[in-house]
Protein backbone atom coordinates (compact mmCIF):
# COMPACT_ATOMS: atom_id res chain seq x y z
CA UNK A 1 0.00 0.00 0.00
CA UNK A 2 1.48 3.24 -1.42
CA UNK A 3 1.28 6.80 1.52
CA UNK A 4 -0.47 9.65 0.02
CA UNK A 5 1.25 13.38 1.33
CA UNK A 6 -0.76 16.38 1.71
CA UNK A 7 0.85 19.63 1.21
CA UNK A 8 -1.76 21.62 2.92
CA UNK A 9 0.60 25.22 2.15
CA UNK A 10 3.04 24.87 -0.74
CA UNK A 11 3.92 25.88 -4.06
CA UNK A 12 0.68 23.91 -4.78
CA UNK A 13 -1.27 22.94 -2.27
CA UNK A 14 -2.72 18.93 -3.01
CA UNK A 15 -1.92 15.58 -2.42
CA UNK A 16 0.78 13.21 -3.67
CA UNK A 17 1.58 9.43 -3.52
CA UNK A 18 5.44 10.17 -3.83
CA UNK A 19 7.51 12.28 -1.54
CA UNK A 20 9.67 13.69 -3.80
CA UNK A 21 6.76 15.18 -6.08
CA UNK A 22 5.49 16.48 -2.77
CA UNK A 23 9.16 17.74 -1.29
CA UNK A 24 9.03 20.29 -3.82
CA UNK A 25 6.18 22.14 -3.11
CA UNK A 26 7.28 22.76 0.15
CA UNK A 27 11.37 22.84 -0.26
CA UNK A 28 12.18 26.66 0.21
CA UNK A 29 8.43 27.90 0.74
CA UNK A 30 7.98 29.51 4.42
CA UNK A 31 5.59 28.52 6.84
CA UNK A 32 4.88 24.85 4.30
CA UNK A 33 2.42 22.60 6.22
CA UNK A 34 2.31 18.73 5.03
CA UNK A 35 2.36 15.53 6.17
CA UNK A 36 2.02 11.86 5.28
CA UNK A 37 -0.52 9.56 5.81
CA UNK A 38 -1.33 5.91 4.93
CA UNK A 39 -4.46 6.09 3.35
CA UNK A 40 -6.21 9.09 1.01
CA UNK A 41 -9.38 9.76 3.29
CA UNK A 42 -6.65 10.80 6.05
CA UNK A 43 -4.70 13.09 3.93
CA UNK A 44 -7.99 14.85 2.47
CA UNK A 45 -9.09 15.36 6.49
CA UNK A 46 -6.19 17.42 6.89
CA UNK A 47 -5.83 18.73 4.14
CA UNK A 48 -9.64 20.78 5.56
CA UNK A 49 -8.39 20.88 9.01
CA UNK A 50 -8.47 24.71 8.85
CA UNK A 51 -8.82 25.15 12.64
CA UNK A 52 -5.75 23.44 13.52
CA UNK A 53 -2.72 24.63 13.89
CA UNK A 54 0.50 21.97 12.38
CA UNK A 55 4.14 22.43 12.98
CA UNK A 56 5.73 22.74 9.79
CA UNK A 57 6.38 19.46 9.25
CA UNK A 58 3.52 17.75 11.84
CA UNK A 59 4.17 14.48 12.87
CA UNK A 60 6.22 13.36 10.14
CA UNK A 61 9.99 13.25 9.90
CA UNK A 62 11.66 13.45 6.29
CA UNK A 63 15.48 12.49 6.71
CA UNK A 64 18.34 12.02 4.02
CA UNK A 65 20.93 10.10 4.45
CA UNK A 66 24.20 9.11 1.87
CA UNK A 67 27.85 7.34 2.04
CA UNK A 68 30.76 8.29 -0.22
CA UNK A 69 34.36 7.31 -0.74
CA UNK A 70 37.42 8.57 -2.81
CA UNK A 71 38.95 5.59 -3.69
CA UNK A 72 40.12 3.55 -7.06
CA UNK A 73 37.24 1.21 -6.54
CA UNK A 74 35.34 3.86 -8.78
CA UNK A 75 37.19 2.89 -11.58
CA UNK A 76 36.32 -0.95 -13.35
CA UNK A 77 38.67 -3.31 -12.04
CA UNK A 78 40.15 -1.01 -9.04
CA UNK A 79 39.50 -1.69 -5.40
CA UNK A 80 39.57 0.44 -2.47
CA UNK A 81 42.90 1.39 -0.12
CA UNK A 82 43.53 1.52 2.99
CA UNK A 83 44.33 4.98 2.37
CA UNK A 84 40.97 6.09 0.62
CA UNK A 85 39.13 8.40 2.84
CA UNK A 86 35.19 7.47 3.13
CA UNK A 87 32.41 8.97 5.58
CA UNK A 88 29.01 8.97 6.47
CA UNK A 89 26.12 11.64 6.86
CA UNK A 90 22.54 12.15 7.18
CA UNK A 91 20.00 14.97 7.72
CA UNK A 92 16.84 14.44 9.99
CA UNK A 93 13.94 17.38 9.90
CA UNK A 94 12.21 16.66 13.20
CA UNK A 95 8.79 19.13 13.99
CA UNK A 96 11.00 21.07 16.14
CA UNK A 97 14.93 20.91 14.79
CA UNK A 98 17.08 19.64 12.23
CA UNK A 99 19.85 16.94 13.37
CA UNK A 100 22.71 16.20 11.24
CA UNK A 101 26.06 14.56 11.54
CA UNK A 102 28.79 12.67 9.73
CA UNK A 103 31.72 10.77 10.26
CA UNK A 104 34.35 9.21 8.08
CA UNK A 105 37.11 5.84 8.32
CA UNK A 106 39.69 5.10 6.19
CA UNK A 107 39.74 2.73 3.18
CA UNK A 108 35.74 1.72 3.40
CA UNK A 109 33.45 0.89 0.32
CA UNK A 110 30.66 3.48 -0.75
CA UNK A 111 28.07 0.63 0.30
CA UNK A 112 29.42 0.29 3.46
CA UNK A 113 29.33 3.94 3.80
CA UNK A 114 25.60 4.35 2.73
CA UNK A 115 24.63 1.24 5.51
CA UNK A 116 26.42 3.27 8.11
CA UNK A 117 24.53 6.85 7.40
CA UNK A 118 20.98 4.41 7.32
CA UNK A 119 22.42 3.06 11.00
CA UNK A 120 23.20 5.91 12.04
CA UNK A 121 20.02 7.82 11.72
CA UNK A 122 17.99 5.28 12.88
CA UNK A 123 19.68 5.11 15.92
CA UNK A 124 19.53 8.83 16.31
CA UNK A 125 15.68 8.75 15.66
CA UNK A 126 15.54 5.96 18.60
CA UNK A 127 17.85 8.52 20.82
CA UNK A 128 14.95 10.82 20.00
CA UNK A 129 12.21 8.39 21.01
CA UNK A 130 11.15 9.09 17.14
CA UNK A 131 10.90 5.60 16.50
CA UNK A 132 7.30 5.32 16.50
CA UNK A 133 6.32 8.54 14.59
CA UNK A 134 6.06 8.53 10.72
CA UNK A 135 8.93 8.67 9.22
CA UNK A 136 10.50 8.75 5.58
CA UNK A 137 13.99 8.18 4.86
CA UNK A 138 15.43 9.27 1.43
CA UNK A 139 18.41 7.64 0.09
CA UNK A 140 20.27 7.39 -2.87
CA UNK A 141 21.86 3.89 -2.54
CA UNK A 142 19.69 0.96 -4.54
CA UNK A 143 22.18 -1.01 -3.00
CA UNK A 144 20.39 0.13 0.59
CA UNK A 145 17.03 0.05 -0.54
CA UNK A 146 16.42 -2.83 -2.40
CA UNK A 147 18.27 -4.97 0.13
CA UNK A 148 14.91 -3.87 2.28
CA UNK A 149 12.39 -3.12 -0.10
CA UNK A 150 12.92 -6.49 -1.96
CA UNK A 151 13.12 -8.72 0.79
CA UNK A 152 17.13 -9.38 0.33
CA UNK A 153 17.70 -8.49 3.83
CA UNK A 154 15.34 -11.26 4.74
CA UNK A 155 16.14 -14.05 2.78
CA UNK A 156 19.99 -13.43 3.78
CA UNK A 157 19.28 -13.84 7.18
CA UNK A 158 17.79 -17.02 6.23
CA UNK A 159 21.00 -18.42 4.36
CA UNK A 160 22.83 -17.71 7.63
CA UNK A 161 23.44 -14.41 6.75
CA UNK A 162 24.93 -15.47 3.23
CA UNK A 163 24.02 -14.50 -0.57
CA UNK A 164 22.62 -16.78 -3.08
CA UNK A 165 25.50 -16.75 -4.80
CA UNK A 166 28.53 -17.08 -2.37
CA UNK A 167 29.67 -14.49 0.95
CA UNK A 168 27.66 -11.52 2.06
CA UNK A 169 29.57 -8.12 2.20
CA UNK A 170 28.87 -6.22 5.65
CA UNK A 171 27.25 -8.50 7.24
CA UNK A 172 28.19 -7.40 10.41
CA UNK A 173 25.54 -3.82 9.59
CA UNK A 174 23.14 -5.85 7.81
CA UNK A 175 22.64 -7.42 11.12
CA UNK A 176 22.37 -4.31 12.88
CA UNK A 177 19.90 -2.60 10.24
CA UNK A 178 17.51 -6.13 10.59
CA UNK A 179 17.95 -5.52 14.77
CA UNK A 180 16.70 -2.11 13.78
CA UNK A 181 14.00 -1.84 11.52
CA UNK A 182 11.34 -3.78 13.70
CA UNK A 183 11.32 -0.69 16.09
CA UNK A 184 9.96 1.55 13.01
CA UNK A 185 6.61 0.58 11.96
CA UNK A 186 5.87 3.36 10.25
CA UNK A 187 8.96 4.05 8.17
CA UNK A 188 9.08 4.51 4.45
CA UNK A 189 12.27 4.66 2.08
CA UNK A 190 12.13 6.34 -1.09
CA UNK A 191 14.89 6.74 -3.86
CA UNK A 192 16.31 9.97 -5.25
CA UNK A 193 19.16 10.63 -7.74
CA UNK A 194 22.05 11.32 -6.16
CA UNK A 195 23.85 14.54 -6.56
CA UNK A 196 20.77 15.99 -8.73
CA UNK A 197 17.63 18.32 -7.53
CA UNK A 198 17.41 17.56 -3.79
CA UNK A 199 18.34 19.62 -1.62
CA UNK A 200 18.34 17.18 1.40
CA UNK A 201 20.75 14.72 -1.05
CA UNK A 202 22.70 17.44 -1.75
CA UNK A 203 23.16 18.73 1.97
CA UNK A 204 24.21 15.32 3.88
CA UNK A 205 26.35 15.01 0.03
CA UNK A 206 28.19 18.20 0.96
CA UNK A 207 28.45 16.92 4.68
CA UNK A 208 30.38 13.87 3.96
CA UNK A 209 32.52 15.74 1.10
CA UNK A 210 33.79 18.25 4.02
CA UNK A 211 34.82 14.95 6.43
CA UNK A 212 36.85 13.69 3.62
CA UNK A 213 38.17 16.75 3.07
CA UNK A 214 39.09 17.71 7.42
CA UNK A 215 40.02 13.75 7.27
CA UNK A 216 42.40 14.16 4.19
CA UNK A 217 43.63 17.77 5.99
CA UNK A 218 44.24 15.66 9.60
CA UNK A 219 45.81 12.66 8.36
CA UNK A 220 43.03 11.07 10.61
CA UNK A 221 38.89 10.23 10.71
CA UNK A 222 37.20 12.97 11.66
CA UNK A 223 33.56 14.01 12.28
CA UNK A 224 31.60 17.06 11.14
CA UNK A 225 28.03 17.10 12.52
CA UNK A 226 25.78 20.45 13.01
CA UNK A 227 22.83 20.66 15.21
CA UNK A 228 23.71 17.10 16.39
CA UNK A 229 26.90 17.51 18.40
CA UNK A 230 28.80 14.05 19.39
CA UNK A 231 31.61 13.81 21.02
CA UNK A 232 34.94 12.48 19.39
CA UNK A 233 37.05 10.36 21.42
CA UNK A 234 41.06 11.51 20.99
CA UNK A 235 43.23 8.71 20.15
CA UNK A 236 45.21 7.41 23.34
CA UNK A 237 48.68 8.77 23.32
CA UNK A 238 50.86 7.04 22.70
CA UNK A 239 52.69 4.96 25.07
CA UNK A 240 56.92 5.56 24.38
CA UNK A 241 58.60 2.29 24.45
CA UNK A 242 62.32 2.86 25.29
CA UNK A 243 65.18 2.00 22.73
CA UNK A 244 66.28 -1.50 23.02
CA UNK A 245 69.69 -1.56 24.35
CA UNK A 246 71.88 -4.59 22.75
CA UNK A 247 74.42 -5.91 25.06
CA UNK A 248 77.45 -8.15 23.36
CA UNK A 249 79.28 -9.99 25.66
CA UNK A 250 83.11 -10.00 25.81
CA UNK A 251 85.99 -12.21 25.02
CA UNK A 252 89.12 -12.94 27.86
CA UNK A 253 91.25 -10.94 25.56
CA UNK A 254 88.71 -7.80 24.53
CA UNK A 255 88.19 -7.50 28.41
CA UNK A 256 91.78 -7.84 28.40
CA UNK A 257 92.72 -4.63 26.53
CA UNK A 258 89.66 -2.87 27.74
CA UNK A 259 91.24 -3.31 31.50
CA UNK A 260 94.65 -2.15 29.99
CA UNK A 261 93.18 0.79 28.60
CA UNK A 262 91.84 1.95 31.92
CA UNK A 263 94.94 1.23 33.52
CA UNK A 264 96.48 3.32 30.95
CA UNK A 265 94.13 6.42 31.70
CA UNK A 266 94.39 5.89 35.24
CA UNK A 267 98.20 5.93 35.76
CA UNK A 268 98.19 9.38 33.02
CA UNK A 269 95.81 11.09 35.26
CA UNK A 270 97.76 10.17 38.72
CA UNK A 271 100.97 12.07 36.80
CA UNK A 272 98.66 14.93 36.22
CA UNK A 273 97.58 15.00 40.11
CA UNK A 274 93.63 14.41 38.58
CA UNK A 275 92.97 10.95 39.70
CA UNK A 276 94.43 9.40 42.86
CA UNK A 277 93.83 5.26 43.64
CA UNK A 278 92.23 4.75 47.09
Do not use: C
Not at 51 to 80: C, E, F, L, Q
Not at 106 to 129: C, D, V
Not at 210 to 225: E, I, L, N, S
Request: net charge positive.
Amino acid sequence: MGKYYAVRKGQHPGIYTSWPEAQKEVSGFSGAEFKGFNTESEARQFMGEKSVTHSANGDMIIGYTDGGTRNSGNVKGGHVKTTDPAAWAYRLELSDKVLSDSAGEWGATNNRMEIMAFIKALETLIEEHQQKTDITLVLDSKYVLDAINKGWLKGWQRRGWRRSGGELMNVELWQQVSRLLPQFPQLSLVWTKGHADNQGNIFVDSLLNKTMDAMVKAGRPTRMATGKAKAVSKPAPRKQTPAKQTHTKQTPEQQKQVDQSVSDIQKALEQLDLFKNP
